[in-house]
């Protein structure tokens, strides 16, 4: 074989390596960018699940409460009309009477208090501040907790959707420590950073072991005040150690061009 031959035979395979190097390259890259595609298209199809079930939640919630308010509530008011009216009791029945007056009132404020909690649109118009303390004052009538709600730097307006969803993660983690934590001092921390909005609940329950979440119904409702806080930008997380009690974190980014929320603070 000449040595023109042998040259060209070694530039063709030099060639042909190359072009099967670029091709999987393009390959590899084309694969890589399919992958990306479909995890998008993933997360979009889950954001956009929960998004549509947090509707339903909301509106099956609304529909609820003004069920309550509309029927419930309104029998219990005339009730309380009726009792009243009452003017020929016996004297040994006047306190009685006056017990009941005082039950039907507690009933009716009561109901008045879990329609508001239902209810997401009440979140917006009276602002995440009041209904967080309201939530709060809920939890101290019971006499069961003491609770105490503080705020730092300078308040700024939250998106609708983000309060309802802050509201709503806030209210299943003080249902955990209703049910589960056995403690007696829950605050809540609000801090409007330049950054970021960050809400800290804190307990002085037992605590529980945080790695064996996966294996326990409480973390199946952890995952989704994850998936929640995700759906709007947020992260969340959680640190609990036995007998030490719980730290729940929920850290918003500031949106763009946040205002002061005046009077719905």
Known sequence: MEKNEI????????????????????????????????????????????????EIQEQTLKNVSQEIHDNVGQVLSLAKLNLFTLTKIADDDKQKLNDTKELVSKAINDLRDLTRSM???????????????????????????????????????????????????????????IKHSKAKNISVHFNYDVKAFVLTLKDDGIGFDTNKLNHAKTGIGLKS?????????????????????????????????????????
């Open 7 to 54: 040259v060209i035979l070694i530039y063709t395979f030099t060639i042909i390596l190359v072009a099967q190097g670029i091709f999987l390259l393009l390959f590899y890259f084309l694969f890589q960018k399919k992958q990306k595609t479909n995890k998008e298209k993933i997360v979009a199809l889950n954001q956009a699940f929960l998004q549509t079930q947090i």
């Open 119 to 177: 209810h997401g649109e009440m979140i917006a118009e009276i602002g995440l501040q009041n209904a967080v303390d309201h939530e709060l004052k809920i939890l101290r009538n019971t006499r069961k907790f003491k609770t105490c709600l503080t705020v730092a730097g300078e308040p700024y307006r939250l998106q609708p959707q983000t309060q309802t969803v802050i509201f709503r993660i806030l209210q299943e983690a003080l249902h955990n420590d």
């Open 225 to 265: 005040m994850e998936s929640r806080a995700s759906m709007i930008g947020g992260e969340f997380s959680i640190n609990s150690f036995h007998n030490e009690g719980t730290t729940v974190t929920i850290k918003i980014p500031k949106e763009p061009g946040a205002q002061p929320p005046g009077k719905l603070l």
